[in-house]
């Protein structure tokens, strides 16, 4: 090496070369992008959609373009991006490929019209809670009308939401309203401490949990939430359901940074007092939980909001962490209605966060019960976006590999995490699809 | 994410008698061993597995350390590779023992018949010496003195088949070879994925091509029969289906009247995807518990590791296990990591040697002998790392793979022989010690 070319000792090293921005600077990111393209091995759109450019153009090419030419705008293709962030898990060079697609979807949205049916059509599927929260007022007469042929057919023509599926049934009575009929924080912690009596836990151990149900354990499955208390509460742990919105999934999905933000403020702020206080966040839906930990951080900058990522769970893997949660299924044994063949889907956001073997892996000794994995596709729905008449075949197209594992796997019942997931499965299949809790519920509870 | 912690550790670890860190080759290959012995397994892996970037060929020693070679038979070579080579530490039974290991759980592989290496063309136009590859490319074989069609696809450019044909020519092949490029039929992107084309001849979905509407799997096999004069084998791209490329290659096959095969492709790579499948689908078998997608990120313990911390977004989890196999990956994989002052191993801290100043850590002729090469752990006869004095740095630690030191696989085309071989011998030896 020359002499010339040996750095200096009294340079600062790495020179600081750009100005500080005060948004999340995704150069870094961008630049340890290396072109292996693997997330796009990883992406089911663009295993399927001919016009899909693919996670390395919408993340990283499309972030360094826009840096050289004020004249290019975000490319509407990002649209079709249906943010199952798998490209996240995929990329060896830790490039944050979703947060660089929600912030390209983020500012698509904004130069939208805010006059077309598009923007609100999306809008109002992003919204999901406004639209559970006014069904849940008449629940029956929802369901009667939100499946109402010429109601659907109108709804399509309108605003393009597809008439192929059916809206999902509203609960009679809210999660949120059997846990008050119940007793609430109150009742929940007596019961707490009466299981920790009996299993020989401290009484006063420190054993908190807060609740993120979520719109659809609230409004629609409500037995997930419902198995996801009974079973915490019979590890000895005090369940509370604080104040909470929209986790902000659909929200990013559709590039509404501002409707998420809105909600998440509201999240952070209720569970940060909480995590405060000795609790941790517990979700039983693994985009609720995949919000919270992974997007609300990279995406927002609130107070709190990094304590409460890294507090926070879905509610199988906190209690495979804290329990001895095989010993406990080891003495289990499961009959009546949910002695079952289930045929398991591992949602995206579950892979996202190294769970996708978990409900598998758990259930292997189970007696009574058998759960064969349907393998890593995809289930295509990804929330709102199969319900988009115009996206509805390509998710019927990703789909397909899911529906053809499910049908050679033994049994006809389902089981995944993810709501939308088994909205997807029971829609292709004709299943019943169930939550890993509802078969924890069933074996050690019940 | 920060890789600070951000909370107090959590008490109750997720216990195991090994715990395998590393999801590629050598990871798998030491859960699998590990498993076999009747050992309680879990594997964690930072990422998804790395195996979609190999080419799917599989070598156990192409060249010696000095570069001589291609050798006809690598077993009878490793005595003689230097004292502290990896292959050395295991001996060449545990070689063999591990692909035979291999074997039995990849179906889809040929050349366990023998111990000599087979030359398979590669999609850069050179001859490969390999002692395992997918069935799907053994009508390739560079031995073989049938004559080749190459087809490339427009706009694929990783592979140019006038150009491969022209430079497998002039490596003298003993057979004539000739490439042309057609257009895939369908109305596919440019830079179409490649799963898209695997997704679509897996499911040999309709496309219309010529102005007629077909399966894409005829449409393609015709866009070739314009172009092919009779060879008796045609090799295409590795993109011929993920689910089952016998079933694809059997339908060109069939429509062309001539052997299909195809040739091995840089990353990502569908050859590589495969394997990975039945790989994770042994493990299954096994029984081995796997999580992917979050790094370990430090542990407890000294002279001993009690537990390690895996993150995940903030939370440190605990996984304690008795016995512990480091696959964590080389340079490349981040099993080795440097800056400006030292090279280092991040998740034991364990002794990496290398020169003080960083510029004796490379070579100044491109193709030179580099010592960045070769940086990994060393180990002690069970492969368990030691430090600068070879004191063994934990008891329950070994090292498997290309996170190891002192063999330079890219040169020697080692690569995938050590990553089963050490894989192996790690995994069975941590089952073995485990109580």
């Given at each position: 090496?020359?002499?010339?070319?040996?750095?200096?000792?009294?340079?600062?090293?790495?020179?600081?070369?750009?100005?500080?921005?005060?948004?999340?600077?995704?150069?870094?990111?961008?630049?340890?992008?290396?072109?292996?393209?693997?997330?796009?091995?990883?992406?089911?759109?663009?295993?399927?959609?001919?016009?899909?450019?693919?996670?390395?153009?919408?993340?990283?090419?499309?972030?360094?373009?826009?840096?050289?030419?004020?004249?290019?705008?975000?490319?509407?293709?990002?649209?079709?991006?249906?943010?199952?962030?798998?490209?996240?898990?995929?990329?060896?060079?830790?490039?944050?490929?979703?947060?660089?697609?929600?912030?390209?979807?983020?500012?698509?949205?904004?130069?939208?019209?805010?006059?077309?049916?598009?923007?609100?059509?999306?809008r109002l599927l992003a919204n999901y809670r406004t639209s559970a929260f006014l069904a849940s007022k008449a629940p029956r007469l929802a369901n009667a009308a939100m499946n109402f042929g010429p109601a659907r057919w109108l709804l399509e023509k309108t605003m393009g939401i597809t008439s192929e599926r059916e809206f999902p049934a509203f609960a009679t009575e809210t999660f949120r309203e059997w846990w008050t009929r119940r007793g609430g924080a109150d009742g929940s912690r007596r019961r707490a401490q009466e299981r920790r009596a009996a299993r020989g836990d401290p009484r006063d151990a420190d054993k908190k949990v807060a609740y993120f149900h979520g719109c659809y354990a609230n409004y629609n499955t409500t037995?997930?939430?419902?198995?996801?208390?009974?079973?915490?509460?019979?590890?000895?742990?005090?369940?509370?359901?604080?104040?909470?919105?929209?986790?902000?999934?659909?929200?990013?999905?559709?590039?509404?940074?501002?409707?998420?933000?809105?909600?998440?403020?509201?999240?952070?702020?209720?569970?940060?007092?909480?995590?405060?206080?000795?609790?941790?966040?517990?979700?039983?839906?693994?985009?609720?939980?995949?919000?919270?930990?992974?997007?609300?951080?990279?995406?927002?900058?609130?107070?709190?909001?990094?304590?409460?990522?890294?507090?926070?769970?879905?509610?199988?893997?906190?209690?495979?962490?804290?329990?001895?949660?095989?010993?406990?299924?080891?003495?289990?044994?499961?009959?009546?209605?949910?002695?079952?063949?289930?045929?398991?889907?591992?949602?995206?956001?579950?892979?996202?966060?190294?769970?996708?073997?978990?409900?598998?892996?758990?259930?292997?000794?189970?007696?009574?019960?058998?759960?064969?994995?349907?393998?890593?596709?995809?289930?295509?729905?990804?929330?709102?976006?199969?319900?988009?008449?115009?996206?509805?075949?390509?998710?019927?197209?990703?789909?397909?590999?899911?529906?053809?594992?499910?049908?050679?796997?033994?049994?006809?019942?389902?089981?995944?995490?993810?709501?939308?997931?088994?909205?997807?499965?029971?829609?292709?299949?004709?299943?019943?699809?169930?939550?890993?809790?509802?078969?924890?519920?069933?074996?050690?509870?019940? | 994410?920060?890789?600070?912690?951000?909370?107090?550790?959590?008490?109750?670890?997720?216990?195991?008698?090994?715990?395998?860190?590393?999801?590629?080759?050598?990871?798998?290959?030491?859960?699998?061993?590990?498993?076999?012995?009747?050992?309680?397994?879990?594997?964690?892996?930072?990422?998804?597995?790395?195996?979609?970037?190999?080419?799917?060929?599989?070598?156990?020693?192409?060249?010696?350390?000095?570069?001589?070679?291609?050798?006809?038979?690598?077993?009878?070579?490793?005595?003689?590779?230097?004292?502290?080579?990896?292959?050395?530490?295991?001996?060449?039974?545990?070689?063999?023992?591990?692909?035979?290991?291999?074997?039995?759980?990849?179906?889809?592989?040929?050349?366990?018949?023998?111990?000599?290496?087979?030359?398979?063309?590669?999609?850069?136009?050179?001859?490969?010496?390999?002692?395992?590859?997918?069935?799907?490319?053994?009508?390739?074989?560079?031995?073989?003195?049938?004559?080749?069609?190459?087809?490339?696809?427009?706009?694929?450019?990783?592979?140019?088949?006038?150009?491969?044909?022209?430079?497998?020519?002039?490596?003298?092949?003993?057979?004539?070879?000739?490439?042309?490029?057609?257009?895939?039929?369908?109305?596919?992107?440019?830079?179409?994925?490649?799963?898209?084309?695997?997704?679509?001849?897996?499911?040999?979905?309709?496309v219309t091509a010529d102005g007629r509407e077909c399966p894409v799997r005829a449409a393609l096999a015709d866009r070739v029969a314009a172009e092919h004069d009779g060879e008796p084998r045609i090799g295409f791209p590795a993109i011929l289906g993920d689910d089952d490329p016998a079933e694809i290659r059997a339908a060109l096959a069939e429509r062309l009247d001539a052997a299909v095969f195809e040739v091995p492709m840089g990353p990502p790579s569908l050859p590589g995807l495969r394997l990975e499948d039945s790989l994770f689908a042994a493990l299954d078998e096994a029984g081995v518990s796997i999580a992917t997608g979050n790094p370990v990120v430090g542990y407890d313990g000294d002279g001993r590791v009690e537990?390690?911390?895996?993150?995940?977004?903030?939370?440190?989890?605990?996984?304690?296990?008795?016995?512990?196999?480091?696959?964590?990956?080389?340079?490349?994989?981040?099993?080795?990591?440097?800056?400006?002052?030292?090279?280092?191993?991040?998740?034991?801290?364990?002794?990496?040697?290398?020169?003080?100043?960083?510029?004796?850590?490379?070579?100044?002729?491109?193709?030179?002998?580099?010592?960045?090469?070769?940086?990994?752990?060393?180990?002690?006869?069970?492969?368990?790392?030691?430090?600068?004095?070879?004191?063994?740095?934990?008891?329950?630690?070994?090292?498997?793979?290309?996170?190891?030191?002192?063999?330079?696989?890219?040169?020697?085309?080692?690569?995938?022989?050590?990553?089963?071989?050490?894989?192996?011998?790690?995994?069975?030896?941590?089952?073995?010690?485990?109580?």
């Amino acid at each position: 090496m020359s002499d010339a070319s040996q750095p200096d000792a009294d340079d600062e090293f790495p020179i600081d070369v750009f100005d500080d921005d005060p948004d999340f600077d995704l150069r870094p990111g961008s630049d340890s992008c290396y072109k292996c393209s693997t997330c796009d091995t990883n992406c089911p759109v663009a295993e399927v959609d001919d016009d899909f450019p693919g996670p390395k153009f919408q993340g990283p090419e499309q972030w360094r373009l826009k840096q050289r030419d004020d004249e290019h705008t975000v490319d509407a293709s990002v649209m079709d991006c249906s943010n199952c962030m798998r490209c996240d898990e995929a990329c060896p060079a830790d490039v944050p490929l979703s947060q660089m697609h929600n912030a390209a979807r983020g500012e698509y949205v904004d130069g939208m019209s805010k006059l077309s049916v598009t923007y609100w059509r999306n809008r109002l599927l992003a919204n999901y809670r406004t639209s559970a929260f006014l069904a849940s007022k008449a629940p029956r007469l929802a369901n009667a009308a939100m499946n109402f042929g010429p109601a659907r057919w109108l709804l399509e023509k309108t605003m393009g939401i597809t008439s192929e599926r059916e809206f999902p049934a509203f609960a009679t009575e809210t999660f949120r309203e059997w846990w008050t009929r119940r007793g609430g924080a109150d009742g929940s912690r007596r019961r707490a401490q009466e299981r920790r009596a009996a299993r020989g836990d401290p009484r006063d151990a420190d054993k908190k949990v807060a609740y993120f149900h979520g719109c659809y354990a609230n409004y629609n499955t409500t037995a997930v939430g419902k198995a996801m208390v009974r079973v915490f509460e019979q590890f000895g742990y005090e369940v509370v359901v604080p104040e909470q919105k929209c986790s902000g999934t659909p929200m990013f999905a559709n590039g509404m940074l501002e409707d998420a933000r809105r909600h998440a403020e509201v999240n952070v702020s209720s569970m940060a007092d909480l995590v405060d206080q000795g609790y941790d966040a517990i979700a039983s839906c693994t985009s609720c939980s995949m919000a919270l930990r992974q997007e609300y951080p990279e995406l927002f900058d609130i107070e709190g909001v990094d304590e409460v990522a890294a507090h926070t769970f879905e509610a199988v893997e906190y209690l495979r962490v804290h329990e001895d949660l095989r010993g406990a299924l080891a003495d289990a044994e499961i009959d009546g209605a949910l002695a079952e063949e289930f045929a398991y889907h591992a949602p995206c956001h579950a892979r996202n966060q190294g769970l996708e073997r978990q409900a598998v892996e758990l259930f292997r000794e189970l007696d009574g019960v058998g759960v064969t994995d349907v393998g890593d596709s995809c289930s295509g729905i990804s929330g709102t976006y199969g319900w988009k008449a115009e996206k509805y075949d390509t998710s019927m197209a990703i789909g397909d590999e899911m529906f053809d594992h499910m049908e050679a796997a033994e049994g006809q019942t389902g089981m995944t995490e993810c709501p939308t997931c088994a909205m997807q499965m029971e829609h292709g299949t004709g299943y019943e699809v169930r939550h890993p809790l509802e078969l924890l519920d069933a074996a050690l509870v019940a | 994410m920060p890789a600070s912690p951000l909370t107090e550790a959590i008490s109750v670890a997720i216990e195991s008698d090994v715990l395998v860190i590393g999801g590629g080759l050598a990871g798998l290959t030491s859960a699998l061993a590990a498993a076999r012995e009747g050992a309680d397994v879990r594997l964690v892996a930072a990422k998804q597995s790395t195996l979609r970037n190999a080419s799917g060929l599989v070598d156990v020693l192409g060249y010696t350390a000095d570069g001589e070679g291609p050798l006809v038979d690598p077993y009878d070579a490793i005595p003689n590779l230097p004292a502290d080579h990896p292959y050395r530490t295991v001996g060449v039974d545990t070689v063999r023992k591990a692909m035979a290991l291999f074997d039995e759980v990849t179906p889809r592989y040929r050349g366990g018949h023998t111990d000599a290496n087979a030359l398979l063309p590669t999609h850069g136009g050179t001859v490969k010496p390999t002692a395992r590859y997918p069935a799907g490319v053994s009508d390739g074989i560079a031995s073989d003195g049938r004559d080749a069609l190459l087809v490339g696809i427009e706009s694929m450019t990783d592979f140019d088949a006038p150009h491969v044909a022209a430079h497998l020519t002039a490596a003298g092949v003993p057979f004539d070879v000739r490439g042309v490029t057609i257009q895939f039929p369908g109305d596919l992107r440019a830079d179409a994925a490649i799963t898209r084309y695997a997704k679509l001849l897996d499911t040999n979905g309709t496309v219309t091509a010529d102005g007629r509407e077909c399966p894409v799997r005829a449409a393609l096999a015709d866009r070739v029969a314009a172009e092919h004069d009779g060879e008796p084998r045609i090799g295409f791209p590795a993109i011929l289906g993920d689910d089952d490329p016998a079933e694809i290659r059997a339908a060109l096959a069939e429509r062309l009247d001539a052997a299909v095969f195809e040739v091995p492709m840089g990353p990502p790579s569908l050859p590589g995807l495969r394997l990975e499948d039945s790989l994770f689908a042994a493990l299954d078998e096994a029984g081995v518990s796997i999580a992917t997608g979050n790094p370990v990120v430090g542990y407890d313990g000294d002279g001993r590791v009690e537990q390690v911390y895996v993150e995940k977004n903030g939370a440190r989890i605990p996984n304690s296990a008795d016995q512990y196999v480091l696959a964590t990956g080389g340079l490349v994989g981040k099993g080795i990591d440097s800056d400006r002052e030292r090279v280092y191993e991040p998740v034991f801290d364990c002794h990496v040697a290398h020169a003080d100043d960083r510029y004796d850590w490379f070579d100044r002729e491109p193709f030179g002998n580099h010592d960045f090469a070769r940086f990994g752990v060393h180990t002690d006869g069970d492969l368990r790392p030691v430090d600068g004095d070879d004191s063994v740095e934990f008891d329950n630690v070994r090292a498997a793979g290309s996170v190891l030191g002192g063999y330079d696989f890219a040169a020697e085309k080692s690569g995938s022989g050590v990553s089963i071989a050490t894989g192996y011998a790690a995994g069975r030896s941590a089952a073995r010690r485990a109580r």
